[in-house]
């Protein structure tokens, strides 16, 4: 896997989408950008899994990185709260006003020797969460 941080994260949210695709999540959009409106950042993932709309971070981590820590911990209460706003305009602009949404993290670790390990986390964090 590629280094630079921008080509990892592309690198994982290709594999993340393969990877949830064979659990049955069906993708409905990726690298979704707000139009507009206070807003920064990105999703990294949408789609449906069951009657929910997913929003979806992937977090990438290459183990002889190091000290990153686990990919969860990069999901801290200012990523929630930016994921928080970005989903709620998707949902204005979408007008999916009536949806029940969650928000998932799937977790990339790849090994020196090219693997790559999975951890999906379903309904990782609330808007509960967020206040952290």
């Known amino acids: 896997m590629p280094r630079n941080r921008k080509a990892v994260g592309a690198q994982g949210e290709s594999t993340a989408a393969a990877f949830l695709e064979s659990r049955g999540y069906r993708l409905v959009d990726a690298n979704v950008r707000p139009e507009g409106g206070m807003a920064r950042g990105e999703i990294d993932l949408i789609a449906w899994h069951g009657e929910f709309l997913v929003f979806i971070e992937v977090k990438t981590r290459h183990a002889a990185w190091g000290a990153q820590g686990a990919p969860m911990?990069?999901?801290?209460?200012?990523?929630?709260?930016?994921?928080?706003?970005?989903?709620?305009?998707?949902?204005?602009?979408?007008?999916?006003?009536?949806?029940?949404?969650?928000?998932?993290?799937?977790?990339?670790?790849?090994?020196?020797?090219?693997?790559?390990?999975?951890?999906?986390?379903?309904?990782a964090f609330t808007a509960m969460d967020s206040a952290d």
Not at 97 to 115: L, N, S
């Open 73 to 123: 911990e990069a999901v801290d209460a200012r990523k929630r709260r930016q994921l928080l706003a970005l989903a709620a305009a998707y949902l204005a602009r979408h007008a999916l006003d009536d949806v029940q949404c969650r928000f998932d993290v799937v977790e990339i670790v790849e090994t020196k020797d090219g693997f790559a390990r999975f951890r999906l986390l379903p309904d």
